[in-house]
Nanobody
Framework: QVQLTESGGGWVQAGGSLRLSCSASRRFYTSAVVAWFRQAPGKEREFVALIRSFSRTTYADSVKDRFTISGGPGTNTVFLQMNSLKPEDTAVYYC???????????????WGPGTQVTVSS
């Protein structure tokens, strides 16, 4: 099973930017679906963005036009460029991998340990 490791989290002021990386122990298959989820304290894990074959992307409405996912299938890294960050973006961000498309965390059986993103107002 591919091992996933996130990096790039940290502290930033509102309006700032961060770039998260998800490094895999091997190349993702071209048919793979690679996603970012996030989980804030006391809340359920929620979908952020995914990328799949032919660089097709899907975003949560809350991050659309602010976040950009890239890389993924056929490579060993997925990036999440986060711009115009808001305090409500504060969460642990997780990279996840699946052979199936889905926005539900239960679709994914392979997860990284997560990286903390904190946005101050």
């Amino acid at each position: 099973q591919v091992q996933l490791t996130e990096s790039g989290g940290g502290w930033v002021q509102a309006g700032g930017s961060l770039r998260l990386s998800c490094s895999a122990s091997r190349r993702f298959y071209t048919s793979a679906v690679v996603a970012w989820f996030r989980q804030a304290p006391g809340k359920e894990r929620e979908f952020v963005a995914l990328i799949r074959s032919f660089s097709r992307t899907t975003y949560a409405d809350s991050v659309k036009d602010r976040f950009t996912i890239s890389g993924g299938p056929g490579t060993n890294t997925v990036f999440l460029q986060m711009n115009s960050l808001k305090p409500e973006d504060t969460a642990v961000y997780y990279c996840a991998h699946s052979s199936s498309y889905g926005l539900d965390p239960r679709t994914y059986n392979n997860w990284g340990p997560g990286t903390q993103v904190t946005v101050s107002s």
